[in-house]
């Protein structure tokens, strides 16, 4: 599976963006996708997973209730919906996709997107 990361930008505080993430490949092998981000110099977070049918979703505590995933079957797309940004939230932030139920864990997820930037203003 290839994973295509878009929809990253430069957006002030209290703002919003949406992430798109487009599967291409054998995506009928893909159970679940993440996204997760990298802060400057810090380590590779995860930031929420949804299966890539639409099932469970998981979000980490530091998103929940403004970050939403979600996903078109269609057009093999998740979607990464980013409300209420906050400064903290400035990083690059990755897709990635496995052929199992992976959650938080980053070690699960056999193929990444290549990342796009994410930067919130004060």
């Known amino acids: 599976v290839q994973l295509q990361a878009s929809g990253g930008g430069l957006v002030q505080a209290g703002g919003s963006l949406r992430l798109s993430c487009a599967a291409s490949?054998?995506?009928?092998?893909?159970?679940?996708m993440g996204w997760f981000r990298r802060a400057p110099g810090k380590e590779r977070e995860f930031v929420g997973a949804?299966?890539?049918?639409?099932?469970?979703?998981l979000y980490a505590d530091s998103v929940t209730g403004r970050f939403t995933i979600s996903r078109d079957s269609v057009k093999h797309t998740v979607y990464l919906q980013m409300n209420d940004l906050k400064p903290e939230d400035t990083a690059v932030y990755y897709c990635a996709s496995s052929s199992w139920w992976s959650g938080s864990y980053s070690g699960g997820y056999g193929s990444w997107g290549q990342g796009t930037l994410v930067t919130v203003s004060s």
């Open positions: 490949g054998r995506t009928e092998d893909t159970f679940g």
């Open positions: 949804v299966t890539y049918s639409g099932g469970p979703l």
